[in-house]
């Protein structure tokens, strides 16, 4: 008698169906979040800088620096080192947190979020980070939810979003890649027999294959997800880990080659910091030189 059972990783009745831990924010905790691999994941890791505190707000990482450090706690909090010359205002530091602007009104701070940013200091926020923050006729592109149709399809095609990713499909009357080109019959290669892969029912990123006038779909190298739903691993550094940034669609450590000879580097919220390390000084983007001790 065959016995049924879900994969590893999946649960569910596998009678019925087996699904992963999550596939959207929503199947998550409020102060978790969906991951690449299906799973429920703290968002702070890796996105906030060192001296810095982190705390989660409808599944977002919220940054802020520590008492007595200053800067941008998703890039680096530095020591506050108060001089004579410097008198303290309300906006120094910034009680603002990140993504907004902070202007002195009657002796006091008046915060307000930059433009193109949501919800209320200290709590500003892009409009989104990744897809799942958007509806699902739309994307998250350069932190605003729009259309990914957009210059995708080429002329005599149409274009419809299925969970975020644009889908083209030539126009009736009309056959080819629609990606490429959708021409009339009449003025297409005349090809012998019938070629289930003409126009390809595989969507973007992918492959078909004929075997005996069934497509056979899988996609493309270097591309993740099945057809037709086939995407890069990444297009932007917030559908990476904050320790990885997106180059070339790859999630990789930006790291590499970054910073000059001696130098150090971490990653924080996807951007490398290289400081020189102690007893060395310079530019450490370029190089850090061994500092000489003074004799005596």
Not at 243 to 252: G, L, Q, Y
Not at 281 to 291: K, M, N, T, Y
Request: aromatic share 4%; glycine share 8%; net charge positive.
């Amino acid at each position: 008698m065959k016995k049924c059972i879900c994969l590893a990783n999946y649960t569910g009745n596998p009678e019925i169906g087996c699904r992963p831990e999550c596939v959207l924010n929503t199947n998550c905790p409020q102060s978790l979040t969906c991951s690449r691999n299906n799973k429920c994941v703290d968002p702070c890791i890796g996105s906030c800088a060192i001296n810095s505190s982190c705390h989660v707000i409808n599944r977002r990482p919220v940054c802020v620096c520590i008492d007595g450090y200053t800067g941008n706690p998703q890039l680096s909090c530095r020591l506050i080192q108060p001089t004579k010359r410097n008198v303290s205002t309300p906006c120094w530091p910034s009680p603002c947190g990140p993504y907004s602007s902070c202007k002195v009104g009657e002796g006091i701070a008046v915060c307000s979020c930059q433009p193109g940013y949501l919800g209320t200091p200290p709590m500003c926020r892009p409009q989104c980070l990744v897809n799942s923050d958007c509806p699902n006729n739309r994307a998250c592109i350069k932190e605003k939810c729009g259309d990914p149709c957009l210059g995708m399809c080429a002329t005599n095609a149409n274009c419809r979003v299925i969970n975020h990713i644009p889908v083209c499909s030539c126009n009736p009357g009309f056959t080819g890649d629609p990606f490429f080109r959708c021409l009339m019959p009449d003025k297409c290669e005349v090809v012998q027999g019938r070629n289930a892969c003409n126009p390809s029912p595989c969507g973007p990123n992918s492959e078909c294959k004929d075997f005996d006038s069934q497509p056979a779909c899988k996609c493309l190298p270097d591309y993740i997800g099945k057809p037709p739903n086939c995407r890069p691993e990444c297009t932007s550094n917030s559908d990476c880990p904050g320790n990885t940034a997106c180059i070339r669609s790859k999630c990789v450590d930006p790291c590499r080659g970054s910073c000059g000879a001696f130098a150090l580097c971490v990653t924080v919220n996807s951007v490398p910091i290289c400081t020189c390390p102690s007893g060395y000084s310079g530019d450490p983007f370029r190089a850090c030189v061994l500092q000489c001790k003074k004799k005596s």
